[in-house]
């Protein structure tokens, strides 16, 4: 049942079964699909960081405008 959704495997094990039609080994696609997987959301993370950095940065200065 927890994988019983939309996105929880679908994609990866596309691209697993696209690196096997490829002639990749079944460990190495599973590796480099592994590795795909973790660089994306790898990008999803750092992107929110940044929106997070961004909007502390505007209350920091916003506070402290208010005291000087």
Not at 13 to 21: C, D, K, T, Y
Not at 38 to 60: A, F, H, Q
């Amino acid at each position: 049942q927890v994988l019983a959704k939309g996105g929880s495997g679908d994609i990866l094990s596309g691209l697993v079964g696209a690196l096997l039609a490829q002639g990749y080994s079944p460990l190495e696609a599973a590796k480099t699909a592994f590795n795909e997987e973790l660089n994306s959301k790898k990008v999803e993370l750092m992107k929110v960081l940044e929106t997070e950095s961004v909007m502390l940065k505007d209350m920091l200065s916003k506070k402290l405008k208010g005291i000087a």
